[in-house]
């Protein structure tokens, strides 16, 4: 369609085309991210323990981060996708995730 209309070599048509991948990028990232995790608890025969994060997970991870360009990092990683990623490849292969909340992380780091 674009082709026709605007030619091959067609800034619109890279500019739609690239915001189309982006979207594709990041949940294969993120994919890979999980199985990677998966894979290694499983040949480790490890449990994965991850925190329930609230709706403003990032907001309150970068409360002492001083670099903006991190503070941006964090802003942009899907950290809750991810999580549910893993627990979704945690499934696939065995129920042995489990999900606490941070003072009971904490708790369990102090005995």
């Not at 800034?11 to 594709?24: A, F, Q, S, Y």
């Not at 499983?42 to 994965?48: G, L, N, P, S, T």
């Not at 970068?62 to 990092?73: A, G, L, M, T």
Request: charged share 40%; hydrophobic share 30%; proline share 1%.
């Amino acid at each position: 369609m674009y082709d026709k209309l605007y030619g091959v070599r067609c800034r619109v048509k890279r500019n739609i085309m690239r915001r189309l991948n982006e979207g594709d990028k990041k949940s294969d990232i993120r994919w890979k991210i999980a199985n990677i995790i998966v894979r290694e608890a499983a040949k480790r025969e490890y449990v994965i323990v991850m925190e329930k994060l609230g709706k403003r997970s990032a907001e309150n991870m970068i409360e002492s981060v001083k670099d903006k360009q991190f503070r941006h990092r964090i802003y942009q990683a899907s950290l809750k996708g991810v999580q549910r990623a893993i627990d979704e490849k945690e499934r696939a292969r065995c129920p042995s995730t489990i999900q606490r909340t941070e003072e009971h992380l904490k708790n369990m780091s102090t005995t």
